[in-house]
Each structure stands twice: as structure tokens, then as C-alpha cells.
């Protein structure tokens, strides 16, 4: 006599239950695997939207530089002063309010980070001659960064500054100074960065040069002719 009854055995269970494992394991391992690879992507899109929104800042801080004086005391001395690691000068651009936005006096600094070098810029609100005289001193004694600092660019193997020479009335100089303390201004400003991590996958951190097109003499008084 057959019996009606029918089921499984239990190694027929077993084999079902490890396949059924297995198929979980193997979509879980494929669900880590695309969210480590949208984290790395994400990581480097973020970093290069800040390597693209670090240039366009630079250039237009260092574009925007203007003609003024520092009166410190009883002398008075043009407000951009450089160094191959730090920059003081005053500019029409604004981080916070942009083009549209009041004179800001901007100190560039290069200082150690976590991991590498680091370029901070430091701005202030620019009132006049006067509002500079507490930061007046030696090139390179700069007032240190501040909670409102911005950090440009970090994580970079070197970091400098170099200045082009301005001849009136010439071709551009291509004689690069690794100071400025001159009473007018450069005909332009270098930004040599390298950073410590480079990869294809990466934007590279590219040097910055901007022409500076402002001739007007600093510290000379210009007054309407007379007719």
C-alpha cells in the first residue's frame, strides 16, 4: 500500500534554506558594493566642486585688488604687501556678499593643516586707511587665522606666492619676484600649489595666475586738471 502523503525530506529543507542564504548574502555583498562606490564618487565630486569653487574665488579676490594705502603711524605704505607664503591686500570682491559687496582687507595665509600645508584667507571689513593700521608690521607677521577663516585649499605638498614685475608702458614682464614690497602694485599674482594625493579620478589643483590690469600709482594724489 503507497502512502498519500507527500513532503519534504530533510535534506531537501537544508539545500533550500543555504540556497535561500546564499541569495540573501549575495544581494547584500551587491547593496555594500554600490554604496561604497556612490560614497567614493560623492567624495569626489565634493572635492571637485572645491578645487572649481577655491579657483574661482581666488581669481576673483586677487582680480579685484585695489589701489590703497595703510597708514601706519606717521607713514603711509600701499596695503598689498607679499610674501612667497603670505598676502595682504584689499579687495572690491566679497566672499559673503560677492561682487556688489564693501572692500574687504584679505591676508592669505599658507599654515601647517592636519595633513600637509594648508591656505587659509582672512577677510575683514575695509574702511579706510585707518582700519588697516592694527595689522601694520613686518612682511609675513600676519594676524592668525580666525574662527571666520576660509580654507581655500588643503592637504597640498607646497604652497607659494610669487609676484610679476609691472614696466609702464612694456610687454608683460616675465621676471617672477618672490616678495612684494613695492609702493605700487605687481602686473600680476602666481599661486603655486601641489598637493600630497593626485589621481586621474581627480581634478588637479592647478596654479593660479591673475593678470593685475590697475597702472593708477598708490601713493600718489591724483586731483582733476584744471582747466
Not at 543555504?18 to 547593496?31: I, K, N, P, Y
Request: net charge positive; charged share 20%; hydrophobic share 40%.
Amino acid at each position: 500500500m503507497k502512502s498519500k502523503q507527500k513532503g519534504f525530506t530533510l535534506i531537501e529543507l537544508m539545500i533550500s534554506i543555504t540556497l535561500v542564504a546564499a541569495l540573501a548574502t549575495g544581494m547584500l555583498m551587491a547593496m555594500r558594493t554600490s554604496l561604497l562606490s556612490l560614497e567614493k564618487i560623492d567624495s569626489r565630486l565634493q572635492f571637485n566642486r572645491r578645487v572649481m569653487g577655491m579657483q574661482h574665488i581666488l581669481t576673483r579676490q586677487l582680480g579685484g585688488v585695489m589701489p590703497v594705502v595703510s597708514n601706519c603711524g606717521t607713514l603711509k605704505t600701499s596695503t598689498f604687501q607679499g610674501t612667497p607664503e603670505t598676502l595682504q591686500m584689499v579687495s572690491s570682491f566679497s566672499m559673503a556678499e560677492g561682487a556688489r559687496g564693501y572692500p574687504q582687507f584679505d591676508q592669505f595665509q599658507v599654515i601647517k593643516g592636519e595633513q600637509g600645508l594648508r591656505l587659509v584667507v582672512t577677510e575683514r571689513p575695509y574702511s579706510g586707511p585707518l582700519s588697516t593700521a592694527p595689522f601694520c608690521g613686518d612682511q609675513g607677521d600676519l594676524a592668525p587665522p580666525t574662527p571666520s577663516s576660509m580654507i581655500l585649499a588643503d592637504r597640498l605638498a607646497s604652497c607659494t606666492f610669487s609676484y610679476r614685475e609691472a614696466i609702464p608702458d612694456q610687454f608683460p614682464s616675465a621676471n617672477w619676484l618672490p616678495s612684494w614690497n613695492k609702493p605700487d602694485l605687481p602686473g600680476a599674482i602666481k599661486i603655486e600649489m601641489r598637493p600630497l594625493d593626485s589621481g586621474a579620478q581627480l581634478l588637479p589643483v592647478l596654479n593660479v595666475t591673475v593678470p593685475i590690469h590697475i597702472t593708477r600709482q598708490v601713493r600718489n594724489e591724483y586731483q582733476d586738471a584744471k582747466q
